[in-house]
C-alpha cells in the first residue's frame, strides 16, 4: 500500500514565524488533502490539491505528483495555527485515504 | 450545505459491551468512510460504504461493522469491545469521481474509552 511520510515530526514557532511542512509519498496517487486536526479532534481540510499550488490567505500548498511530494506553507504563524497537520493521500477518488503521522505544530506567542 | 456530523460526542464503555456511532454524511455526499484514530497516531481506515453497500475495508476484524442508510447517513457498529479500542473515530463523506470529487469532508468524531 501507499506509504506517507511527514516531516517534521514536531515543530515549534515563534508567533509571526513562517514554516514549512513536507509530504511524501510512495506511489501515484489521484488525491491528496491537507488538514489541521483541532485540539477538540476535527479534521479541518486545508486544501484538495492533488497537483500544482493553492493559496488560502496565510495557507499556501504545492503537490508536485510526479516527484510525489507536496508541501504545505504556513506564513505569519498565528497561536491559533497550533495542532496537528495531517497530509493524506488516496489512488482514487472511492478508494481510502492513507494518512500520515502528522505534523505537531505548536505556536507560542 | 450542512457539513459532516457525528454523535455522540464521547462515549464510555464497559470491555465485552457493544456500541453504535452515528454519523449524517454532508448533503449530497453519498460515500461514507469510517476512520479510527488512536492517541498520538494519524487516522486508520475502518471500511467505507457507497449506495448502502461496503466497498472497501481496513485490516479491522469483523466485529467491527456498518450500515448505509437510504438517506446516506451511516453507522459504525463494534462488538466485544476490548481496552485497544479506545480511539477517536471520524466520519467522513465524499462524493465519487465524476461527481465532482473535492475531497473527503470529515466529522468531529466520537470519542471512545473503553474500560
Redesign the interface.
Given at each position: 500500500g501507499i506509504q506517507v511520510e511527514q516531516s517534521p515530526p514536531d515543530l515549534i514557532l515563534q508567533e509571526g514565524a513562517n514554516s514549512t511542512l513536507r509530504c511524501n509519498f510512495s506511489d501515484s496517487v489521484?488525491?491528496l488533502?491537507w488538514?489541521h486536526q483541532n485540539p477538540?479532534?476535527?479534521?479541518i481540510?486545508l486544501f484538495?490539491i492533488p497537483s500544482g499550488t493553492k493559496q488560502n490567505g496565510r495557507l499556501s500548498a504545492t503537490t508536485v505528483a510526479t516527484e510525489r511530494y507536496s508541501l504545505l506553507y504556513i506564513s505569519s504563524s498565528q497561536t491559533t495555527d497550533s495542532g496537528v497537520y495531517?497530509c493524506?493521500v488516496s489512488y482514487?477518488?472511492?478508494?481510502?485515504?492513507?494518512?500520515?503521522?502528522?505534523t505537531r505544530l505548536s505556536v507560542i506567542a | 450545505e450542512t457539513g459532516v456530523t457525528q454523535s455522540p460526542t464521547h462515549l464510555i464503555k464497559t470491555r465485552g459491551q457493544q456500541v453504535t456511532l452515528r454519523c449524517s454524511s454532508q448533503s449530497g455526499h453519498n460515500t461514507v468512510s469510517w476512520y479510527q484514530q488512536a492517541l498520538g497516531q494519524g487516522p486508520q481506515f475502518i471500511f467505507q460504504y457507497y449506495r448502502e453497500e461496503e466497498n472497501g475495508r481496513g485490516n479491522f476484524p469483523p466485529r467491527f461493522s456498518g450500515l448505509q442508510f437510504p438517506n446516506y447517513s451511516s453507522e459504525l457498529n463494534v462488538n466485544a469491545l476490548e481496552l485497544d479500542d479506545s480511539a477517536l473515530y471520524l466520519c467522513a463523506s465524499s462524493l465519487p469521481e465524476g461527481q465532482g470529487l473535492r475531497g473527503y469532508t470529515f466529522g468531529s468524531g466520537t470519542r471512545l474509552t473503553v474500560v
Open positions: 489521484n488525491n488533502q488538514f477538540w479532534g476535527q479534521l481540510n484538495y495531517f493524506a482514487s477518488g472511492n478508494t481510502p485515504l492513507v494518512f500520515g503521522k502528522g | -
